[in-house]
């Protein structure tokens, strides 16, 4: 079975990572007995200490991700969802598995997870799809965790070629000073999602 999570959705900078986490069945419990939580209750410190831990007890890890230009495009076609539903429908056919457990990236999870048998077909996957999915499958709690470390380490990459750029979310102090220094030249980076609201209103400010 595969657990299917993301990090970076909300962030301004970088990419969108989309991870599964393939585990055996009769391994599930040995990935329990980790201590996993939702990525985003866990220190930086803790995510690292347990990634290769994950990687360990997985039989496949499958990693997606997704650039801010590709997030662009999709933004410009009607919304994000479609390229990370893109992104999970890769990793289940490449798992190949019985069984999915998918934090749903809709209200109504239950027809998200009919959607994405649809759009399986003919292959014939169980989706369990649910709102906080993260919260409560250790293999998805696996797949958050996973995803959230490979996208800190995307972070670090663009921290190395444009300076302190703070997490990307745009709450982030470190982030706003980033962005206002570009948005006085707009000439904005690659490393920055430029469909978001947030590059918008620094734009304004600039002016």
């Given at each position: 079975?595969?657990?299917?999570?993301?990090?970076?959705?909300?962030?301004?900078?970088?990419?969108?990572?989309?991870?599964?986490?393939?585990v055996?069945e009769?391994?599930?419990?040995r990935?329990?007995?980790?201590?996993?939580?939702?990525?985003?209750?866990?220190?930086?410190?803790?995510?690292?200490?347990?990634?290769?831990?994950i990687?360990?007890?997985?039989e496949?890890i499958?990693?997606?991700s997704?650039?801010?230009r590709?997030?662009?495009l999709?933004?410009?076609r009607?919304?994000?969802?479609g390229?990370?539903?893109?992104?999970m429908l890769?990793i289940?056919?490449?798992?190949?598995?019985c069984r999915?457990?998918v934090?749903?990236?809709t209200?109504?999870p239950k027809k998200?997870?009919?959607q994405?048998?649809?759009?399986?077909?003919?292959?014939?996957?169980e989706?369990?799809?649910?709102n906080?999915?993260?919260?409560?499958y250790?293999?998805?709690q696996?797949?958050?965790?996973?995803?959230?470390?490979?996208?800190?380490a995307?972070?670090?990459?663009?921290?190395?070629?444009?300076?302190?750029t703070?997490?990307?979310y745009?709450?982030d102090?470190?982030?706003?000073?980033f962005?206002?220094?570009?948005?006085k030249t707009?000439?904005w980076?690659?490393?920055?999602?430029?469909?978001?609201?947030?590059?918008?209103?620094?734009?304004?400010?600039a002016?």
């Amino acid at each position: 079975m595969i657990g299917i999570d993301e990090a970076g959705r909300g962030s301004a900078l970088g990419p969108l990572v989309v991870a599964g986490c393939a585990v055996a069945e009769g391994r599930m419990a040995r990935l329990a007995g980790l201590g996993l939580a939702d990525s985003k209750a866990l220190s930086p410190a803790q995510r690292r200490a347990l990634d290769p831990e994950i990687r360990g007890v997985a039989e496949r890890i499958i990693l997606h991700s997704i650039p801010p230009r590709q997030i662009d495009l999709a933004v410009a076609r009607g919304g994000l969802n479609g390229a990370e539903i893109s992104a999970m429908l890769d990793i289940i056919r490449q798992a190949w598995p019985c069984r999915v457990f998918v934090d749903a990236l809709t209200s109504r999870p239950k027809k998200f997870g009919m959607q994405l048998e649809s759009l399986l077909a003919p292959l014939r996957v169980e989706i369990v799809a649910e709102n906080h999915a993260d919260a409560k499958y250790p293999v998805v709690q696996a797949a958050s965790i996973i995803a959230k470390v490979s996208r800190d380490a995307e972070i670090d990459r663009l921290k190395e070629r444009w300076g302190e750029t703070g997490s990307g979310y745009p709450g982030d102090p470190a982030t706003k000073a980033f962005l206002a220094g570009f948005a006085k030249t707009g000439d904005w980076p690659e490393c920055v999602r430029r469909s978001w609201k947030t590059i918008a209103r620094f734009e304004e400010k600039a002016i």
